[in-house]
């Protein structure tokens, strides 16, 4: 992709992310140190790896909803949603909706599937709502909206 022509990314829900997965290793970190030793012997090596894995997966969602962000591009739109990135061309964006009530930014493609940009939140007020007047504006001025989303 080209260079960028609009960014935006989500405080709260970084931050909260944030210290989230800093109060969970806080409160794991006391307990495990707190734990008697005898109590520490009676975990297998598989229970262990077990919990790293659970607490590594755990922390993994929690980085991936730090770094939520939509970027747009003179050639399209890349948006980064916790478990999935997009790359979209303006040509197969038809349209972008954020109403009153609305989660998040919500994208329509051509072939009329739904992206939810999680990147632009309710939770983020005013914020939000000029992010998404703006990157609507960004997209119909590169062409996106060739068809329009369903009214539904």
Do not use: C
């Amino acid at each position: 992709m080209s260079d960028r022509l609009f960014t935006f990314h989500p405080r709260i829900l970084a931050a909260m992310a944030g210290v989230m997965g800093l109060s969970l290793l806080a409160v794991f970190a006391v307990i495990w140190i707190r734990l008697p030793a005898d109590a520490k012997d009676s975990f297998s090596w598989f229970q262990r790896l077990t919990l790293i894995a659970f607490f590594g997966a755990v922390f993994w969602i929690l980085y991936r909803m730090t770094t939520l962000r939509v970027t747009a591009y003179a050639d399209g739109l890349r948006v980064r949603n916790v478990f999935k990135t997009y790359m979209l061309t303006w040509a197969e964006i038809s349209g972008l909706r954020f109403r009153p009530g609305d989660a998040w930014l919500q994208l329509f493609d051509a072939d009329g599937n739904r992206i939810g940009i999680l990147a632009v939140q309710a939770a983020e007020g005013a914020r939000a709502s000029r992010a998404a007047k703006e990157l609507a504006a960004v997209a119909r001025d590169h062409g996106a909206g060739a068809k329009r989303p369903p009214q539904s």
